[in-house]
């Protein structure tokens, strides 16, 4: 299974969630229920998710790395894989009109649908760009603090995606990702499966090498700052109590 394979699999599948979210008129009371109930079991409390506006929810973060990361005003942000842009509204909040946010993301219906967000929300400290985290669309040394939510568990390419994050950050700069890992090496027949990369599950690496990657990478003060658990109800039942939710700050 190619790297080139997997990411093309996995924009396919975030693509195809995006166009879906962008024809609510479909969307159930229901089904948006279970948006809120995921988000809120990620992390992200009833006034976070009052705060912003309700399209940016996609359900499909596994922490709310703005809740654990100090964004003060003036503060340039940098989201990897920003989907409808859940995390950089809060970050955006945060921040306030002399800061800024941007967000990254690969799958162009995403980036439509949070600039779509934008607009209505009237966010006029906050960009989205098309881009892949492997190679970012960013300036060197320009970013103060970088959120990830469930994203770079998705690219086989871990360690690039590392490098780039300390490349844009300034010295001094801060990382604060929520991410899966596992407990153990995976079944290797669940990791040739696309569906589980683009869920997830296949791209988790045992927590030691993600820690490694990261230090890897150039960065210092590696913290887990919580883990529990993962659970979801499409996980692999060899899985359960296998994958690990952690968010880990460091910094360049």
Request: proline fraction near 3%.
């Amino acid at each position: 299974m190619e790297s080139n394979e997997i990411k093309e699999h996995i924009k396919d599948r975030y693509s195809k969630i995006a166009i879906k979210k962008s024809d609510n008129d479909s969307c159930t009371s229901c089904s948006v229920n279970s948006v809120i109930e995921q988000a809120k079991s990620a992390g992200y409390s009833v006034e976070d998710l009052k705060s912003i506006p309700e399209n940016a929810m996609y359900g499909l973060g596994c922490g709310n790395p703005t809740a654990l990361v100090e964004l003060k005003p003036g503060d340039v942000v940098l989201d990897l894989g920003s989907g409808g842009g859940i995390d950089v509204f809060l970050a955006a909040n945060k921040v306030g009109e002399s800061g800024k946010v941007i967000g990254i993301d690969m799958t162009e219906e995403m980036v439509r649908n949070a600039t779509k967000n934008a607009l209505e929300g009237k966010y006029e400290n906050v960009e989205f760009k098309l881009g892949e985290i492997e190679d970012l669309p960013i300036e060197t040394d320009s970013i103060d603090v970088i959120i990830s939510n469930c994203v770079i568990n998705l690219t086989p390419d871990k360690l690039v995606a590392y490098k780039e994050a300390f490349r844009v950050l300034k010295p001094g700069g801060k990382i604060l990702v929520s991410d899966l890992v596992t407990e153990e090496e995976l079944p290797k027949n669940i990791m040739q499966k696309f569906q589980a990369w683009s869920e997830c599950s296949a791209g988790a690496v045992e927590l030691e090498k993600y820690l490694n990657t990261i230090k890897e990478a150039g960065f210092n003060s590696i913290e887990i700052v919580e883990q529990h658990y993962f659970t979801d109800t499409n996980l692999d039942e060899r899985l359960v109590g296998k994958i690990i939710s952690i968010q880990v700050k460091a910094t360049k």
